[in-house]
């Protein structure tokens, strides 16, 4: 069993910045494909980015491109994701999420076994 653990969500103003981490427990990230999700209030979960712990390789969407960069520490078994320019319309729950496995397309959270609790981020405009 895995557990994952998000923090580092927060209250922050337009053109602000958060970052945050997912730690797992329970078995390394090694083979795994790492993501972040979003969920805003009356919306349905969305893909943010995601990194694939073996070779390092990342997708964003599109909306946060050029703003956030996922990242991962092998020696700590976490996951970063980096928000830079933050914008009130990134206001959301984020969940990072795990799947065993390589995947090439990980934007669907279908995908994905293993759930962490999510954090607040909120962005003010």
């Known amino acids: 069993q895995v557990q994952l653990v998000e923090s580092g969500g927060g209250l922050v103003q337009a053109g602000g910045s958060l970052r945050l981490s997912c730690a797992a427990s329970g078995r390394t990230f090694s083979s795994s494909t790492v993501g972040w999700f979003r969920q805003a209030p009356g919306k349905e979960r969305e893909f943010v980015a995601a990194i694939n712990w073996s070779d390092r390789t990342t997708y964003y969407a599109d909306s946060v491109k050029g703003r956030f960069t996922i990242s991962r520490d092998n020696a700590k078994n976490t996951v970063y994701l980096q928000m830079n320019n933050l914008k009130a319309e990134d206001t959301a729950v984020y969940y990072c999420?795990?799947?065993?496995?390589?995947?090439?397309?990980?934007?669907?959270?279908?995908?994905?076994?293993?759930w962490g609790q999510g954090t607040q981020v909120t962005v003010s405009s």
């Open positions: 999420a795990v799947r065993v496995g390589y995947l090439t397309t990980p934007q669907s959270k279908a995908d994905y076994t293993y």
